[in-house]
């Protein structure tokens, strides 16, 4: 079948981001014999009007909407991106009779609530690689399952909706990379973009706020040491790619697989620069000095609480006292050290919210990005606070945010003044965010990386689109 696949995302900020699960989606069909167009709408300058020309050359038999995000999280400075994803959606309907479908990890959070809104009949749950391609086949008339039968699937029709649980299989299995060569990579480095590389599926943890178990299932799936190694050196032999981010929601878990990854590009000798998302309960010394020998330049702690207060109500399975240990062992391995923090958790007060930001400004690492209230979802811990606390959850697609009963009142006027006391911390949503102008001043000055380790060069550069030049 002749397969168009679109990734909606438009999100430029911090870096645009390559959209590589769908990279996946398409290496996987066109394995399968389908022929596979790739619409990347974060690099088009007018993407309606070459969604247009593409689906009158190729004529799709299929098309596929990946949604990346529902919205920015970012509270009070919301960006809503569904209506986008509406507009790309109803244009395909007019102008091509071809079938329709949507995943993504957005897609995963509210399947109903999407298919719905966006008036669509199906979508894919969870991992694409299997349940899509029987849903082709089944598309194709070869005598495969019917819908309700395959795995991974939501389906509604009217006001019917139906799904059938994903199957947490296929990651970690495949002999392949994700289809790169259809993305217009040398555009998306240029844009600062840094390579997605994913070693692993899943998470078995339990945060209060958090979507991952329902985007990627609880059960780990790991790729082998080798077959990341091999698509690290493949990345710099295709595409010259220098340095990459580890996108998995958490690298350091299990400790055993990240250590055997970073051992095996010591042992390869592959030379490149790499950061990721690392959980503080799960660091060790001999972990960070491998880090370091394989290239790691920073790691971002998934920490969101300074207080016992907050770590206990976000159920982050750690405490203080090993959230500070964690933090020495970055930093005396001699890693740039960012932690993200959530400011509005159930049971916090002005004074703890100090506490908490006062204990990490103590520890003096390279970047803090503060997140104000918690995006509440369906189907975790804080929905079910927020219900019994009085918000209205029916409808959690428009997005609503949770703040606890002391911070209720005037949450964002709260917020801005806390900001003032701590300047060096990036209180998403109220400070304002660098313009990509101003970035890619940056990386023409030869500075890589992730947005936050330039923050402290971002104050050598003036802001382009101020009029301003460069000091």
Known sequence: MKLLLIALNREMHPYPVQPIGLAYIAETTRRAGHEVVFLDMNLCSDPL???EQTVADFAPDVIGFCLRNIDNCAFPNLEFYL???KEVVTRCRNISPAKLVIGGSGFAVMPKEILAYLDLGVGVLGEGERSFLALLETWRGNGASPLDRIA?????EGAIYRETPPEWLAFGKQDFFPARDLLDLSSYLRGGSLTAVQTKRGCPFRCTYCTYPMIEGRTLRMRSS???????EHLQQAYGVEEIFFTDNVFNNPVRHALEICQEIVRRGIKISWTGFFNPALMTEELADWAVRSGCVGIEFGTEGGTTTSLRALRKGFGIKTLIRSHHIAQSAGLNVCHYLIVGCPGETLSTV???LDLIASLQPTAVIVSTGIRIYPRTGIAKVAKSEGYDTKNLLIPQFYFPPAMR???GGMITAISKEYPRFRFEGFHSRPTLKLLEALRRRGHRGPTWQLQSLLGELKDPTQGQTKK
């Open 49 to 51: 009007e070459f969604l």
């Open 83 to 85: 209506p986008w994803a």
């Open 152 to 156: 991974g699937l939501a389906l509604r």
């Open 226 to 232: 080798a077959h990341v190694a091999q698509e690290l």
């Open 354 to 356: 100090r506490e908490g």
């Open 409 to 411: 009142e005037d949450p």
